[in-house]
């Protein structure tokens, strides 16, 4: 016998409906596995909306690893770029220099003739090399033996070689600030390796201020002396090169006690590397 109760809740056709399909709902297997995605679903949802741990930090190693990569590539091109601009100068003459450009805006002109190693006087080179760097022969561009010496008397000044002169000359500006400094060790460094010795002085005699306004060996030649470079006596060499530290206080052609006490002395210097074999690399 069915109960009262029972009877009610069956007596309309919806509710005997609603009563059968209930349980296999309540019976599917499938049901709770629906339920737990539905909910692992959410969880998912949720933890994805929080910001992720440690997400600043990967950032910024990423930036820095960008930053580091586009750095290297920096170097890699201006190192690159130096080495084709010393060796574009091995074959053609450096047409000046910064120093160069400067003093001929501030003057209006500026006197100077290309002139190759075989049109001046030998000893006019060995003068230069007396005067200005002695070892030039033996070292790699840097006088390690003269900067110390330098650097125990306390001096400043000095120590600087030919092959530095021509960096600074030809490539960079004048000054002692130590970004120059820096360029200029890297940049005599790739010329000691890529130039010949004599093609460095060649350079560095072309160069070289020698009054105001006037560069290079042939042009001070004439200016001076009414001569070329190639018709150079030993005397003239001699004292051209005494002026080359401070060509605008000293004159080679009416030379003050101090020039020609100092000429004599690299007369005599320019006669000891010839002997002594320091002048064989030119």
């Known amino acids: 016998m069915i109960s009262c109760q029972a009877c009610g809740q069956l ?32 969880r998912t949802r949720s933890r994805s909306s929080r910001p992720r741990r440690g997400g600043v930090l990967n950032a910024l190693a990423n930036a820095l690893r960008w930053l580091r990569r586009w750095l290297l590539r920096l170097v890699s091109v ?14 053609i003459n450096p047409p000046g220099g910064l120093y160069m ?5 501030r003057i209006g002109s500026i006197e100077r003739q290309w002139v190759p190693m075989g049109a001046i006087a030998p000893v006019m ?5 007396a005067a200005e760097d002695a070892n030039f022969c033996t070292h790699w561009g840097f006088d390690m033996g003269e900067i110390r010496r330098v650097i125990d008397q306390g001096g400043t000044r000095g120590a600087s070689t ?36 004599r093609r460095i002085l060649e350079v560095y005699l072309n160069v070289a201020e ?13 200016h001076y002396f009414g001569v070329t470079a190639r018709e150079l006596s ?9 002026v080359l530290p401070a060509p605008k206080a000293r004159d080679a ?7 020609r006490r100092r000429a004599s002395a690299i007369m005599d210097g320019a006669a000891t590397i010839e002997r002594d074999g320091r002048a064989d690399c030119f």
Do not use: C
């Open 11 to 42: 007596s309309s056709p919806g509710a005997a409906v609603h009563a059968l399909r209930a349980p296999s709902r309540a019976l599917d297997p499938g049901a709770g596995f629906v339920t737990k995605g539905r909910m692992s679903r959410r």
């Open 78 to 91: 201006a190192f690159l770029f130096s080495v084709f601009w010393v060796v574009l100068y091995i074959a």
């Open 101 to 105: 450009l400067q003093e001929y805006r």
């Open 125 to 129: 080179a060995r003068s230069v090399v």
């Open 162 to 197: 030919i092959s530095q002169q021509v960096v600074k000359n030809v490539y960079l500006w004048h000054g002692r600030d130590w970004t120059r400094k820096v360029l200029e060790a890297g940049f005599t460094l790739l010329v000691e390796a890529l130039w010949s010795k």
């Open 210 to 222: 020698f009054d105001d306004g006037v560069f290079g060996v042939e042009a001070a030649a004439r």
């Open 234 to 242: 030993a005397l003239q060499a001699a004292r051209l090169a005494a």
């Open 253 to 259: 052609a009416r030379p003050s006690d101090f020039v």
